[in-house]
């Protein structure tokens, strides 16, 4: 199972950014699509995920500006980022939690990261 993710870039405070994960290999059942994010000198920390039933979880820090969806078809999820702030710059990294084709337990599997800068 590899996860890609994409849409990384430089935005401006106050704008908007989109991201996308998709989630490619023997994949049998993607039960959570997750985003992280790591700035310069900090932890990994969450931000949103979101589960096949439906439940969708944001971090406090994000809540009412990101949304993330899940194209459960295609196996990819986004993230929206909306009036971005300083704080938001970090390397933004896909994480799903999968079954794959053949396995009877879920595994936790990470992309590659993709940087968001914010900057005016």
């Known amino acids: 199972v590899q996860l890609q993710a994409s849409g990384g870039g430089l935005v401006q405070p106050g704008g908007s950014l989109d991201l996308s994960c998709a989630a490619s290999?023997?994949?049998?059942?993607?039960?959570?699509m997750a985003w992280y994010r790591q700035g310069s000198g900090n932890a990994r920390e969450f931000v949103a995920s979101s589960t096949t039933h439906g439940r969708i979880v944001y971090a406090d820090s994000v809540k009412g500006r990101f949304t993330i969806s899940r194209d459960h078809a295609k196996n990819t999820a986004s993230l929206q980022m909306a009036n971005v702030k300083l704080e938001d710059s970090a390397v933004y990294f896909c994480?799903?939690?999968?079954?794959?084709?053949?396995?009877?337990?879920?595994?936790?599997?990470w992309g590659q990261g993709t940087l968001v800068t914010v900057s005016s």
């Open positions: 994480n799903a939690v999968v079954v794959a084709t053949g396995d009877f337990f879920a595994k936790e599997y």
């Open positions: 290999g023997d994949i049998d059942t993607i039960n959570v």
